[in-house]
């Protein structure tokens, strides 16, 4: 159920992203909430889902896309991938900052690993090539990631409020009964 649930989340977040973020702009870039929930999940130990989310929200995305449907799907799926895996090696013990601080990492590896794949698609011959190794490219991409990381604090923060919240909640009404 629960499954079900963020699946449905993330078509949300997907659709919200698609008609919102995309022409609302702070300095030339926007918030990816479809990037920010999965890595959230990510953070939170929910990789399952984050995966089934990531192929939901990657689906509505590439829908709406000009490229070749699967590619941004592609992407998410290889984003929480290496998230998972950078977070299991090297993030397992540390702080809930360092674990935000791969919020950071994973926005500019999923624009970079956009451009790698608009790139092959511009050799080939299919598309053409918007530069992002401009100087405005590159600030984008860091004001992006800028973006990404705050939201995510707030929302990872947000989620272990209210896991406390109710743990406590919970934890009373259990004390209250014994």
Do not use: W
């Amino acid at each position: 159920m629960k499954t079900y649930f963020y699946c449905a989340l993330a078509v949300l977040l997907a659709f919200i992203q698609l008609s919102f973020f995309s022409s609302f702009y702070i300095f030339g870039a926007t918030v990816s909430i479809v990037l920010v929930m999965l890595l959230a999940l990510i953070i939170t130990k929910d990789t399952r889902n984050a995966y089934f989310c990531a192929l939901a929200s990657g689906l509505v995305l590439d829908m709406h896309s000009e490229l070749f449907f699967g590619h941004i799907t592609l992407l998410l799926l290889l984003v929480v991938f290496l998230s998972t895996l950078i977070l299991k090696i090297f993030l397992e013990h540390s702080t809930i900052f360092a674990k935000v601080a791969l919020s950071f990492i994973a926005t500019i590896g999923f624009a970079l690993l956009q451009y790698v794949f608009l790139y092959g698609l511009h050799v080939v011959g299919v598309v053409g090539l918007k530069p992002i190794l401009t100087f405005e490219g590159i600030v984008d991409v860091f004001i992006s990631a800028i973006l990404n990381t705050l939201v995510l604090f707030l929302v990872v923060k947000g989620i272990l409020f209210f896991n406390m919240y109710f743990d406590k909640r919970e934890y009373r009404s259990n004390s209250f009964i014994s």
